[in-house]
């Protein structure tokens, strides 16, 4: 897990704004990098995912930018909302995904 | 399309107990994999089935926990003894192909586990 590190652990925004949460990797082997969204006593799921050929892509009000060179990608929440409150991994992956520590966001209405 | 089904839910024993957790992929997925995460923390990989074959289980205190899939559907964790560190949520995920650029992994609720 010392392969990813994200940051930041914890994140209070304004409804309506924009979240941002950043994951840096030191694996060049990893194929695949999504988001995993996770609510209290739910297991994690797919929230978006992006290839290390393509450098965004946007779904909805998510969207993950991709620096190869820099072993980095981030996801950003536009408009966020109180149903975003949750916690969310990045999750690199070589043959299973490895998680990071996790970022609580916390939107307040 | 039903999920991953684990069990059970929650599971409280002493120290040097032994438990056992089952998971029940969902119909079709080839690829199976245990996480331990704890409290505060991301999942940690223990175990990678493919079928009923394991494909990695680098990270799995083998000393203590062991897993198998027979028959490459069903699966089960066993820690055998307990210790407090292991008290953690068990979850259980499955998958339609191992490599290559999509394979979302689909996770169950989890088995919340207990050490006193």
């Known amino acids: 897990q010392q392969q990813v590190k994200q940051s930041p652990q914890s994140l209070i925004v304004q409804k309506g704004g924009i979240s941002i949460i950043n994951c840096a990797y030191e694996?060049?082997?990893?194929?695949?990098f999504p988001w995993y969204q996770q609510f209290p006593g739910k297991g994690p799921a797919l929230l978006i995912a992006?290839?290390?050929?393509?450098s965004e892509k946007k779904e909805g009000r998510f969207t993950i930018s991709f620096n190869k060179s820099a072993k980095q990608f981030s996801l950003h929440i536009m408009d966020s909302q109180p149903g975003d409150s949750a916690t969310y991994f990045c999750?690199?992956?070589?043959?299973?995904?490895?998680f990071g520590k996790g970022t609580t966001l916390s939107v307040s209405s | 399309e039903a999920g991953v089904a684990q069990s059970p839910r929650y599971k409280i024993i002493e120290k040097r107990q032994s438990v056992a957790f089952w998971c029940n992929p969902i119909s079709g997925h080839a690829t199976l994999y245990w996480y331990q995460q704890i409290l505060g923390q991301g999942p940690k990989l223990l175990i990678q089935?493919?079928?009923?074959?394991?494909?990695?289980d680098s990270q799995l205190p083998k000393d203590r926990f062991s897993a198998e899939r027979l028959k490459g559907v069903d699966s089960t964790l066993k820690i055998q003894p307990a210790k407090l560190e292991d008290s953690a949520v068990y979850l259980c995920?499955?998958?339609?192909?191992?490599?290559?650029?999509?394979?979302?992994?689909?996770f169950g609720e989890g088995s919340r586990l207990t050490v006193l």
């Open positions: 999750a690199p992956r070589r043959t299973a995904l490895i």
């Open positions: 089935f493919q079928n009923n074959g394991v494909v990695d």
């Open positions: 992006i290839r290390p050929d393509v």
């Open positions: 995920a499955s998958s339609l192909i191992l490599a290559g650029y999509t394979g979302e992994l689909f």
């Open positions: 694996n060049t082997a990893f194929d695949y």
